[in-house]
């Protein structure tokens, strides 16, 4: 009996603990307590976020569900995509705008941070953007425009990265001196600091150095002897270091490279570390110490072998590795070949504008020359990098061509939406300077005859009878009741161009205005915008539409669809 009792009662206090325990895991606030402060991609915190999933999922809890997806992509560092793709797949169906903004928002930042791919990072920052439009979270908002900047910056839009960084600035510079709690005082400042970095480093790119150089100082002196900005103060006090290699100051800028790095290899910013091995390495070669040059430089290609990455600013690394091993060592040199055209073939999949900078800076011929030479030691790997040089070559061609022609049709998409929104895009009369002698106008129409034709044809244009088919100038004359005579000389001297010329026009401006003000055409064929405008064959729809825009209608479409963010 005695026994019994001491069985109840420790049965009594297992099963106290035993039910204590299972209410905790009910409560969702109790799971995460066991992760929420853990380091990112710390992959011992997915236990508890499985276990937390699997209860918002059996308790069909969505805002749960969304939050336990967004913990498995901040701690899953082999599948964060997976986790990202289903918080957004949840954001979509019950989220808000806002939720769905900052799903995109994550999946990009995956993209740039840890895979490097920045185009398809640039894709879900768009979609981020789109949702962020006419969101009362402002910071959010900015945060997106912030890096969508970033990406241009890497695709060597330096320009329109920089006007990106800029608004922020001025948002961020704005919030971060009012009265607010503490946690959004800390995140505003660090976005502030963020932005003004990228500044830096642009107007450097833009070779704007005394703005660079003050933004650099002011950057330092906001994160100077501030422990939660460490890393930003490193990051301005490596833009003080390059400034000073540029000044010639060689050992002033060894010094602080050599400060800013162990903060930032610590983050694991490893792109931003092999700039600073790229200019001590420069640092080096100007104080003619070859072997700490081949040292740093050294490092960048172990971080390239590792990541699969490099930026455009420390390609030229390889050549002073390729010429310091010519003639010495062959191996070494034939490595270094091979590296600095993976290098080439990777920068051209994303930077075809800087790539062909780069190509201009680094004769292929050259290194084809340079390849020639080594056909004794290695003639299969010669052979192989000859066939990468050509591919190289003419992928690089591609991308420059295809960068050019960009160019101009967004110069001139640009050019048409300015003109559309002043209003001089519509076909007006010819403004005539009054004149008493009205017999010397090169003209057979009396005042009253040029007045009724005005009248006529202006509602000819507002009912616009132009888009039906088959309209000759004889027909609408007839219309109008004139003679097409007449209205020949009418069109010449009060519209300045001929009659067919003139009916281009209207259909034309007419087309182009409901492209710019309703979506839905943007997702009509070009046959049927042809057939709406009242032109009868396709080509000489694109033609006209060329003609009279200068830009080709598919590719105004296209920028239309980027600029609004419909795909």
């Known amino acids: 009996m ?39 991609d710390d992959m011992d915190a997915m236990p508890y976020v499985k276990l937390y999933i699997q209860k918002a999922k059996k308790e069909n809890n969505i805002p749960k569900l969304i939050q336990g997806y967004r913990d498995g992509r901040q701690f899953d560092y082999r599948n964060k995509c997976k986790y990202a793709d289903s918080a957004i797949a949840i954001s979509l169906r019950h989220g808000t705008n806002d939720d769905i903004s900052k799903d995109y928002l994550s999946k990009g930042i995956i993209y740039y941070f840890y895979q490097k791919k920045y185009k398809l990072a640039l894709d879900e920052y768009l979609k981020a953007y789109e949702y962020s439009k006419g969101s009362e979270d402002e910071y959010h908002h900015h945060k997106v425009i912030y890096h969508l900047g970033i990406v241009k910056e890497h695709l060597g839009y330096y320009e329109e990265a920089l006007e990106h960084f800029q608004e922020c600035v001025a948002f961020y510079g704005l919030k971060s001196k009012q009265k607010l709690h503490a946690n959004e005082q800390f995140n505003y ?9 990228q500044m830096t480093v642009i107007n450097r790119y833009l070779k704007n150095f005394t703005k660079s150089d003050s933004l650099g100082k002011l950057g330092y002196q906001l994160t100077l002897d501030d422990h939660d900005f460490t890393l930003e103060n ?32 610590k983050r694991n910013d490893f792109a931003w570390a092999s700039v600073i091995y790229y200019y001590l390495g420069k640092v080096s070669e100007a104080q003619n110490d070859s072997g700490q040059a081949i040292h740093y430089y050294s490092k960048i290609d172990t971080i390239f072998k590792k990541h699969e990455f490099i930026l455009p600013e420390v390609y030229r690394s390889y050549n002073y590795l390729i010429d310091y091993y010519r003639n010495k060592e062959v191996k070494k040199e034939l490595y270094y070949t091979n590296q600095l055209l993976k290098a080439d ?19 292929r011929r050259t290194l084809i020359e340079q390849k020639e030479d080594l056909e004794k030691a290695s003639k299969r790997k010669i052979r192989l990098a000859q066939i990468l040089i050509f591919s190289g070559t003419i992928v690089l061609i591609f991308f420059a061509v295809r960068y050019s022609q960009d160019r101009k049709i967004k110069k001139q998409y640009r050019l048409l939406q300015k003109r559309i929104s002043e209003g001089t895009y519509n076909v007006n009369d010819i403004i005539h300077e009054e004149s008493t002698e009205y017999n010397l106008r090169k003209t057979f129409l009396t005042p009253e005859m040029t007045l009724e034709i005005r009248e006529k044809l202006a509602k000819f244009e507002q009912e616009m009878q132009f888009k039906k088919k088959g309209l000759t100038q004889k027909s609408i004359a007839n219309k109008l009741g004139t003679n097409s005579h007449y209205l020949s000389i009418y069109i010449n001297e ?26 839905k055409y943007l997702h009509y064929t070009i046959e049927a915008l042809a057939e709406e405008c009242g032109i009868a064959a396709r080509q000489n729809f694109s033609n006209l539409f060329f003609e009279i825009n200068g830009i080709r209608p598919t590719d105004y479409i296209k920028k239309r669809k980027q600029e609004l963010g419909i795909s």
């Open 2 to 40: 005695k026994k019994l009792n001491y069985f109840l009662v420790l049965f009594s206090a297992f099963s106290h603990l035993l039910f204590s325990q299972q209410k905790k895991e009910k409560d969702f606030s109790e799971i995460r307590k066991n992760y929420e402060k853990m380091t990112i």
């Open 234 to 265: 490193s990051y301005f006090l490596k833009c003080i270091g390059i400034s000073k290699f540029l000044k010639k100051d060689y050992p002033g800028a060894k010094k602080d490279l050599e400060r800013s790095l162990p903060v930032i290899l």
């Open 345 to 363: 073939s990777l920068i051209s999949k994303d930077y075809s504008y800087l790539s062909s900078k780069l190509h201009k800076d680094y004769d």
């Open 494 to 519: 009060n519209k300045g161009m001929n009659f067919n010329k003139y009916m281009a026009e209207l259909r034309i401006n007419y087309i182009t205005y409901l492209l710019n003000t309703n979506n």
């Open 189 to 197: 400042k660090k976005a502030y600091v963020n932005n003004l970095h």
